[in-house]
């Protein structure tokens, strides 16, 4: 059995978890990266992706919107400005994000094109997150 750290996901509105875990597997703007208790002390820029939380031989699975991990041996936060469990997800809001996003980008150029784009892609996130519900 692994050894346990401090796992705390923090959003400005709510902290999404703060409990311990066994292993934690975060998308960073570098690729993905697993955490146990002991890793070296480590900042990461994260991407929009899911963060997969091992825990007492049980997987959580949530989204996460950008944001930042501070690593130390016995504690991970995460900061980050959205994130949210599969279940809080309603697909019907998440395609229809969808839709009108790709209909911004026909029209768009500069910083419209951007936030359609990050549109695009947080609901494309939450699309697929929502699979994960039940």
Do not use: C, Q
Not at 2 to 15: D, Q
Not at 44 to 54: Q, T, W
């Amino acid at each position: 059995m692994a050894k346990k750290f401090n796992l705390t996901i923090v959003t400005p509105y709510r902290k999404l978890w703060d409990d311990d875990a066994d292993m934690v597997i975060l998308k960073s703007s570098e690729g993905y990266l697993g955490v146990l208790s002991g890793h070296i002390p480590l900042v990461v820029e994260l991407d929009f992706g899911f963060i997969k939380i091992k825990h007492d031989d049980k997987e959580s699975i949530a989204t996460v919107l950008g944001g930042f991990a501070e690593i130390t041996g016995d504690k991970v936060t995460v900061l980050t400005d959205a994130a949210e469990w599969p279940d809080e997800i309603d697909p019907a809001r998440a395609e229809d994000d969808r839709t009108r996003a790709e209909e911004i980008m026909k029209t768009a150029s500069g910083n419209k094109l951007v936030k359609a784009e990050i549109m695009l892609r947080k609901a494309m996130l939450r699309l697929e997150a929502s699979r994960f519900s039940g």
